[in-house]
C-alpha cells in the first residue's frame, strides 16, 4: 500500500489543473491516475478552436489547451501514471488500481480530486429502434476517427442532437466532404453555443428539425436511412408525423453523462439535478477528503471553466491535507446521506433554473465569495438572475440573453449569506421573455 498526500483521478484538463493547483498551493507529494496512454483526455482529438479564451486570454485548439497543461505538470515534475485504470476506491481514501508494467496497485490518499470526466449518451441509451448495422456512432467516436485515426466515418450523416460537439461536427464532416443531411433536435431551440449555431450550421445551410427525434433506424449491414418523428410535451415520438432521410451514418450527440461510478462506490452522495457528486462551495464532498471538479461534477459549457473549477478543487484539497497536518479539523462530512448536517445552508433552483453547484454552503463560510453555478431551463432575454435567502434578495445579476446551452455564474460575496437555519439560498430567473 502506497501512501501519497494527494491522488487526482483522471488526466483531462480537470485533473491536470488541479494537481498543478495543488502543487502550487504547496502539496508537493501527489499522484494523477489516467487510464489512458497520454494526458489531456478528449482534447487530444479537438483540432478546433475556442478554447482558452477565458483561462489564457487567447484563442487556442483543444490539443494546444491541453498541453498547456501538460507542460505544467511536467514543468512541475508531478507524477502521473497512464494505462491505469482505477478499479475500486472506498470511503476510507483507499484505491485499488490496474496497469500492464505494475499489474495490481494500491494507494492510501491524504485526499482525493475526482476528475474523470463524463461519457456519451448512446443508442442505447436513447432506445433508438433498428437494426444494429455499421454506421451508428458518437460523436467523439466521429471525433476520433476523423481527427486521430484519418478515418472519414460516413458520407451522407445525419446528427442526432444540437449540442456543442455534435454542431462542431457537422461543420467537418462538410469540411471533410461529407453532406450533413440534417441536425435533429428534440428540443424547441439548440443546446449549443449561438456562436457554434451561426458558423457551424447557419453557415453551411445545415437544415435543422427541432422538437423531432430518430424514431428508428434502417439498414441490416450498414445504415441506409433514418426515420425522423415529432415530439409531444414529454419527448416521445407522435405517430404519423415520422419522414425518411436517407443517409450511411447516424452520428448521435445528445448529452453526456458524468463517469460517477467510482463516486458512488465510495459511498458518496450524487444529485438526482446534476448527476455528480453532492458537494460544499469548497468542492469538497458530504465524504471527507473527497474533491470533485469538471464534467464529473457538473457538465460545463466550456473546458475554460472546467480547469477554472478544478484549480479551486486543487487548492481546496491542498488546504484540506495541510490543516490535517496540522491538527485542524477541515472535516465537511454530513454523516448521513439522506440528512446533510445542521451546518449546512442548502442551494436550490427556483423559476427557470436548472440545478445548482454547490448544493450545499457551510455556515461558517471561509472564502470571501462562493460560487454558484447553473443552467437556465429555457432561452430568455433581457432577464434578471438572483439569488434569495429568507425572502431577501442577496444578489442580482443583469443578462441580455441565456440559453441552456451556456452556464450562468453567480460569484455571491460571503458576506451576504446569513447563517441563520432554514435559511437556504434559491436561485431564479425573474422577467424576460422566451
Known sequence: MRNIDLVVIGGGAAGMAAAVSAYKAGVKDILIIERNGYLGGVLRQCIHNGFGLHRFREDLTGVEF????????????????????????????????????????????????????CRERTRNNLLIPGPRGAGIITAGTAQRYLNIN?????????????????????????????????????????????????????????????????????????????MVSKVDADRRPVPGTEFEIPCDTLMISAGLIPENELTEQAGIEISAGTKGAVVTEDLQTVKEGFFACGNVLHVH??????????????RFAARYIMEKEHGVDASCESGTQ???????????????????????????????????????????????????????????????????????????PASEIGASDGADIVVSLEGGAN
Do not use: W
Not at 491541453?66 to 484505491?95: G, H, K, W
Not at 459549457?301 to 486543487?314: N, P, Q, T
Open 66 to 117: 491541453a498541453d498547456r497543461y501538460c507542460s505544467m505538470v511536467e514543468e512541475l515534475q508531478i507524477p502521473y501514471m497512464l494505462n491505469t485504470f482505477v478499479i475500486e476506491m472506498n470511503e476510507n481514501r483507499e484505491i485499488t488500481a490496474v496497469n500492464p508494467d505494475e499489474g495490481l496497485v494500491q494507494i492510501k490518499a491524504k485526499a482525493i480530486v475526482l476528475a474523470m470526466g
Open 150 to 226: 484519418g478515418y472519414l466515418p460516413g458520407k451522407k450523416v445525419v446528427i442526432l442532437g444540437s449540442g456543442d460537439i455534435g454542431l462542431i461536427m457537422a461543420r467537418q464532416f462538410v469540411l471533410e466532404g461529407a453532406e450533413v443531411e440534417a441536425v435533429v433536435e428534440v428540443m424547441p431551440y439548440s443546446g449549443g453555443l449561438p456562436r457554434n449555431m451561426k458558423q457551424c450550421i447557419e453557415d453551411f445551410n445545415i437544415p435543422v428539425y427541432y422538437n423531432s427525434t430518430v424514431s428508428e433506424i434502417r439498414g441490416k449491414e450498414r445504415v441506409s436511412s433514418v
Open 338 to 412: 439522506s440528512e446533510p448536517a445542521a451546518g449546512y445552508i442548502h442551494v436550490k433552483s427556483g423559476n427557470g433554473a436548472g440545478p445548482a453547484v454547490p448544493q450545499l454552503i457551510n455556515r461558517n463560510i471561509r472564502t470571501d465569495e462562493v460560487t454558484v453555478m447553473f443552467r437556465p431551463r429555457d432561452k430568455y432575454r433581457d432577464v434578471t438572475v438572483k439569488a434569495e435567502q429568507n425572502g431577501t434578495v442577496i444578489f442580482t445579476k443583469k443578462l441580455v440573453a441565456v440559453t441552456p446551452g451556456e452556464m450562468i455564474r453567480l460569484d455571491i
Open 301 to 314: 459549457d466550456l473546458v475554460d471553466f472546467v480547469a477554472s473549477e478544478a484549480e479551486e478543487a486543487g
